[in-house]
């Protein structure tokens, strides 16, 4: 599977070459569905805010961007369907456009739906997330970001990449988003880790990690 793990959508041009490159077509050729499922474990989202992603309408681009189709993918609804009705679903996709919200949330229904099992498969799939749809990709997502009450207070995601990631950085609407913040959350991790704003990216293709922005990023290794 190939990545691109957004802070905030596909919000310039970069981003937005780093997808197309990532598909090997033009998004108007290309299929995707996207998931919603983050939203509703996260007590800042509403029923609203999910509506806006998947309408396009939301502050992260992703859904409106001129996709040749697009469907609908509610992991919480995947247990009680067989397999063999939603998997053909997935692997027909380009890409999958995964909202943010609660990562741990995410991870939980990812791995009860069957999705995690059959991510190695899908090779030619882009899994292009949005804050925690990134997160939920990385070994640890760090206390300061746990908010699900099932989650017991337990940080671990999915480990599908080898670093962690701190979205919204020194975001207007987040003040405590600050890179002082970032290098604390940091120092409570092991490898790599990467803290950037709304402008940037990481973009995750054959073991190779690139940075892809117009904004602020920065790598934080700890310890310092």
Not at 5 to 30: C, Q
Not at 94 to 115: N, P
Not at 200 to 214: F, K, M, N, W
Request: proline fraction near 8%; charged fraction near 15%.
């Amino acid at each position: 599977m190939k990545l691109l793990l957004t802070s905030g959508g596909v919000t310039n041009a970069r981003i937005h070459t780093a997808l197309t490159e990532l598909l090997g077509k033009p998004i108007s050729e290309a299929r995707a569905l996207c998931i919603p499922t983050a939203e509703y474990g996260h007590p800042w989202c509403t029923p609203e805010s999910a509506w806006r992603f998947v309408a396009g309408q939301s502050p992260a681009p992703m859904c409106d961007l001129g996709w040749a189709s697009l469907g609908l993918l509610e992991l919480t609804a995947l247990p009680s369907m067989d397999r063999a009705r939603w998997v053909p679903w997935v692997q027909a996709a380009d890409a999958l456009l995964v909202d943010g919200g609660d990562a741990m949330f995410l991870a939980h229904w990812m791995r009860e739906s069957g999705l995690t099992e059959l991510l190695p498969s899908l090779v030619d799939t882009v899994w292009v997330g949005v804050s925690a749809g990134s997160m939920v990709m990385t070994p640890r997502i760090g206390r300061e970001f746990v908010s699900w009450p099932a989650s017991g207070g337990d940080d671990r995601t999915l480990g599908l990449v080898d670093f962690s990631v701190f979205p919204h950085l020194n975001h207007p609407m987040m003040p405590e988003n600050t890179l002082p913040a970032a290098q604390r959350w940091a120092a409570n991790l092991t490898g790599s880790c990467y803290a950037m704003d709304d402008q940037s990216a990481i973009r995750v293709q054959g073991g190779t990690v690139e940075v892809v922005s117009d904004g602020e990023w920065v790598q934080l290794t700890p310890p310092y």
